[in-house]
């Protein structure tokens, strides 16, 4: 299958694993920052066939994870009230909260609703005028775009029985506090391909001229990845920080200015609270003043949540590269994905879910 077959071609994978070879000298850390490019990596080995001098470490690029506690506080109480239908995408139902999830709260007759987009929760607001819908909007910049247009549609349509839990979080301001860190060991990044894809490469030149760390944007194939590994490993030698991008054929320097218009016209810079990392100035996007009527938080008057992290839980450190899942005492002990003590065991992208299910180490 053409663009899909020629990314996973082994002898392809090979040659770029020979290049990586002979062109280390010496130990590098290299951070893939979305949790998609950790599962690709450690599902196809990619991690176990590199030189042992190079070591990946997982960043904190997965929305499931990263939303705060009190956020699915909040989503709790909502999916709990009588009035509401809750919609969100079908990974969050899992993701456990101080004492329970949203599928508790369904089977405890909570009326909480897997959707695939949040026009599709917007649909269910139109269809059910006299129940308020409210969508959970996590994510990155991927998932921005959607949400930003939901909320802009229900504004020009008047749907007043609709809003959104927001829990939006960008990628560059978790970089900065990752290199701003004194524990920090990454000298080189993979960016998220699909975040550039919506915001471009030109946000991580500063990040890259402050810090004097290469940044390579990179897909998702195990071609993409070695490829992305290539090039920063060649910036790394050759002591050049640059931003480079290795995923052409996706990512462009300013991205997609129609959906960028779009997130700037809902959404503005605001600071946000990452699960097990704590507050990361502008961070995050809330809804701009003109759209606060569908802003979840202020319409059902949500004031401070109090939570209860796991304390067995070390996913801060795992998010952060500072430790790896497996160094977790409760991996696989207490911890698994059917009884997991935090997100990052739940999610599709979490990072100790892609140890448990994939690593041969175990
Ligand atoms: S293994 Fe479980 S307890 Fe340990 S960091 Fe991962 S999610 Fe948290």
Redesign the pocket.
Known sequence: MKYIDEYRNPRLARTLLEAIRRRVSRPWTIMEICGGQTHSIIRNGIDQLLPDTIELVHGPGCPVCVTPLESIERALLLASKKEVIFTSFGDMLRVPGSSRDLFMVRSEGGDVRVVFSPLDALQIARDNPSREVVFFAVGFETTAPANAMAVHQAAREGIGNFSILVSQVMVPPAMRAILRMPANRVQGFLAAGHVCAVMGYEQYLPLSAEFHVPIVPTGFEPVDLLAGILKTVELLEDSQPEVVNSYGRVVSREGNLAARGTIDKVFEVVDRQWRGVGLIPESGLGLRSEYAGFDAEKRFHLSHMSTEE?P????GS?LQGVMK?DG?P??GA??TPQH??????VSSE?A?AAYYNYHRNL
Do not use: N, V
């Open positions: 796991s067995l839980c070390m996913s795992i899942p977790c409760a991996f207490e911890c997991p003590l935090g997100a990052t065991m979490g100790c």
